[in-house]
């Protein structure tokens, strides 16, 4: 595929918009790049995960980025799974990545790459290396190796086995590789400066030896690269001409230079950006590995997670993870970019597209005194005043419905304009409704059930009288909702930068208890009975809901709520603009 055509295919949903982000220090350095001709105007970007757990949202920033400037520069974009860790990495999460990354709309096409296919010519690399006397075979423990690194006030002091011949480190290395050694004995180590101010140039370990079980190359072998070595080796292969990664790899590009320079093959250029955080969560695999494992989630893919998996069965459309992405851009210095951001991209998304729904989340009986028994009427509803063309739906209305509890008060407080004994109130999409009677539990004194009359002349939603009421509830007819589990939630930690840990403090310590509210029993209208997995609803005064994939039953249906309506984001862009 030369011309890139077809990876602006797909890839096009994202990165239409992408262009539109505007120029950034990253594509300034491209545009340099097809200036000078360095790389004869070709762009070639790789995703490169290491498959030892779900992606994240943070991930989905590099994805966006990756695919998204191929595609704007009619290039192209490598999946490579830089597996050369074999103790921590499992096909589960391949598979998982896999999904991940197509689910957000991006596609690899044939280049789907692994580094381990590389292990043979990186062991060529690493003999080249040997062979030029820039690699040599050191006998330290790794603890002695990082004892005798130095700090960044002192240097560091030479590995005794520094000077080893070539002919004994080809001998060594050879033997590394055919499994003479256990694991840990010997590693392969660059030979550049122990004196450098820069610490990951102190001879780095390029090779060391672990009898693991790789999840591709079985035990063929049991020496494995470092991740800088292969890398940067892994990008020269695939002929990647910008090598995106995060921040903390600033520090190591010398040594990535240093590799490709060494070994004359060609040469990627490494560009960092500053990672994604996001308040009130965490994004590093490894404590959300921690999350997972320890409990504190139902999995991966619990909707509480801000894993893709997390996000996708929660409701989140991919649509608004790209736009998100595209709205945060790249910089250079790292940040946490507030969670209501994310929120507000699912809304605008949504307030478009979601169908506008009648949900009871905490039901409270009303009677109709003066409606016939029998009689059931349907009533038009819009399905988006926001947009005409989605048309609408009848709803059924009879004697018996449902309100929310919420939206009754005994003793309504000033400015309480909903339902109140002798109050009256309009129902959306249907009568004025006026509350003459109270009925509760003699034992609990709880409400159970409100005697209501209804006004018939109130149909099209006023009085011909030109009588006004205040408040418009939501409603749903008894006999006809059904029933769900409906699932609220909140952040997963109940602290703003979960990261920030005091001394004898767990990052998990500020998981917030009340993240989850499940509430049984609720009654929807009858029309989600037929609620698909990719559907997504405004269920009315609550916010944006779906089906939940995995515990949705046939009959006994769980919704999530994905976001509540309110939307400090507005409010926030508001309060700037103005
Ligand atoms: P974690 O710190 O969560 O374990 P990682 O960097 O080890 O993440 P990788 O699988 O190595 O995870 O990441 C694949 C790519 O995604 C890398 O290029 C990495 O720089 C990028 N990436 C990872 N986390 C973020 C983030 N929070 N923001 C932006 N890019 C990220
Ligand atoms: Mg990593």
């Known amino acids: 595929m030369s011309n890139g055509k077809n990876s602006s295919g797909k890839a096009g949903g994202g990165a239409g918009k992408a262009a539109s982000a505007g ?31 779900y992606l994240h949202i943070g991930h989905a920033k590099s994805i966006c980025l990756n695919f998204g400037i191929a595609a704007e520069y009619g290039g192209l974009c490598n999946l490579r799974f830089d597996d050369t860790n074999p103790s921590k990495e499992e096909v589960e999460y391949v598979e998982s990545i896999k999904e991940d990354v197509r ?53 560091g002091r030479e590995s005794p086995y520094r000077n080893r011949s070539i002919e004994e480190n080809l001998d060594l290395f050879e033997r ?56 940067c080796c892994s990008d020269s292969i695939e002929r990647i001409t910008h090598s995106i990664c995060t921040l903390e790899f600033e520090d190591h590009r010398p040594l990535y230079d240093w590799y490709l320079e060494e070994l004359g093959i060609f040469h990627s250029q490494q560009i960092e ?72 991209c699912l809304r605008e998304d949504l307030n478009k597209q979601a169908p506008r729904v009648m949900a009871v989340l905490r039901p409270l009986k009303v009677v109709i005194d003066n409606y016939p028994d029998d009689a059931i009427e349907d009533m038009e509803a819009v399905n988006n005043p926001e947009d005409p063309s989605m048309g609408t739906r009848m709803l059924p209305f009879s004697r018996e419905i449902y309100i929310e509890r919420d939206d009754f008060r005994e003793d309504p407080p000033k400015k309480f304009f909903r339902l109140a004994p002798g109050r009256e109130v309009r129902l959306k999409h249907a009568y004025f409704i006026t509350c003459i009677d109270v009925v509760k539990d003699t034992k609990t004194g709880e409400v159970t059930e409100l ?4 006004d018939h002349e109130t149909r099209s939603g006023d ?39 005091g001394k004898g403090e767990d990052f998990k310590d500020f998981l917030n208890p009340n993240a989850l509210e ?23 005064r609550h916010g944006y809901f779906c089906v939940d994939s995995r515990d949705s039953t046939e009959g006994a249906p769980v919704f999530n709520r994905i976001v509540p309506l309110r939307d400090s984001w507005a409010k926030i862009e508001k309060k700037q603009r103005s």
Request: hydrophobic share 35%; proline share 5%; glycine share 8%.
């Open 451 to 454: 005697r209501c009359t209804y």
């Open 518 to 540: 499940e509430l049984k029993g609720c009654r929807l209208e009858p029309g989600l009975a037929r609620a698909g997995s990719v559907d997504r609803f405004q269920f009315l």
């Open 103 to 155: 689910w957000l709309g991006f596609d690899w096409e044939d280049r789907e790459y692994y580094a381990s296919d590389y292990f043979e010519q990186l062991y060529g690399y690493a003999v080249e290396l040997v062979k030029m006397g820039k690699a040599y075979v050191c006998d330290l423990s790794s603890d002695e190796v990082r004892e005798q690194r130095g700090t960044l006030t002192e240097p």
């Open 176 to 231: 590394m590789r055919a499994g003479e050694f256990r694991t840990g004995a010997r590693t392969l180590r660059a030979k550049i400066d122990m004196t450098s101010p820069n610490i990951n140039m102190r001879d780095p370990v390029t090779c060391r030896i672990m009898h693991s079980s790789h999840h591709r190359t079985g035990d063929q072998w049991c020496i494995y690269p470092m991740y800088d070595f292969a890398h």
């Open 273 to 344: 950006f500053a990672r994604l955080n996001l308040t009130y969560t965490v994004l590093s695999k490894r404590k959300l590995l921690l999350l997972v494992e320890g409990g504190y989630v139902s999995g991966w893919d619990d909707p509480l997670m801000p894993t893709i998996s997390g996000l996708r069965r929660r409701g989140y459309t991919p649509e608004s993870i790209r736009d998100f992405c595209n709205r945060i851009g790249v910089a250079k210095n790292d940040t946490r970019v507030s969670i209501d951001l994310l929120a507000h």
């Open 23 to 53: 120029r950034d220090f990253i594509r300034a350095i491209i545009d340099e790049h097809n200036r000078t001709g360095r790389y004869d105007g070709r762009v070639h970007t790789r995703f490169p995960p290491e498959p030892n757990g």
């Open 463 to 501: 009085a011909p009288d030109g009588r006004k009421v205040k408040g418009t509830l939501h409603w749903v007819s008894a006999k006809h909702s059904i029933t769900a589990t409906v699932r609220l939630y909140d952040h997963l930690f109940a602290k703003e930068n979960p990261d920030d840990v």
